[in-house]
């Protein structure tokens, strides 16, 4: 019922940044928590921040003060501006979306709709 489409990964330098945007399709007919997510190659997948439709955010310890989850509601659109970027921060970053109203830790066994992931790479 929902399609993420995640964009705007690349390459920077430590102390960089970079703006991930997801489109998100039906968004429109439901109500979502909406989360970003980050796996480095032979790690698990870990939490990021999410956002619900009423703007309120929750944020992992590590990016807290760095990135920024935000919405625009009229485009659909979910962002992760990512700022001061340092290289543990390399990863592919998803999106995802939990339907309902509430906002949930980013906690990736509770968001079951899925991105294809856009890469980051910081190099020292």
């Known amino acids: 019922q929902v399609q993420l489409v995640e964009s705007g990964g690349g390459s920077v330098q430590a102390g960089g940044s970079l703006r991930l945007s997801c489109a998100v399709f039906?968004?429109?007919?439901?109500?979502?928590?909406m989360g970003w997510f980050r796996q480095a190659p032979g790690k698990e997948r870990e939490g990021v921040a999410a956002i619900v439709s009423d703007g309120r955010t929750t944020y992992a310890g590590s990016v807290k003060g760095r990135f920024t989850i935000s919405q625009d509601n009229a485009k659909n659109t979910l962002y992760l501006q990512m700022n001061s970027l340092k290289p543990e921060d390399t990863a592919m970053y998803y999106c995802?979306?939990?339907?309902?109203?509430?906002?949930?830790?980013?906690?990736?066994?509770?968001?079951?709709?899925w991105g294809q992931g856009t890469q980051v790479t910081v190099s020292s």
């Open positions: 039906g968004y429109a007919y439901s109500t979502f928590c």
């Open positions: 995802a979306a939990r339907p309902g109203s509430g906002l949930v830790a980013p906690l990736a066994i509770l968001f079951g709709y």
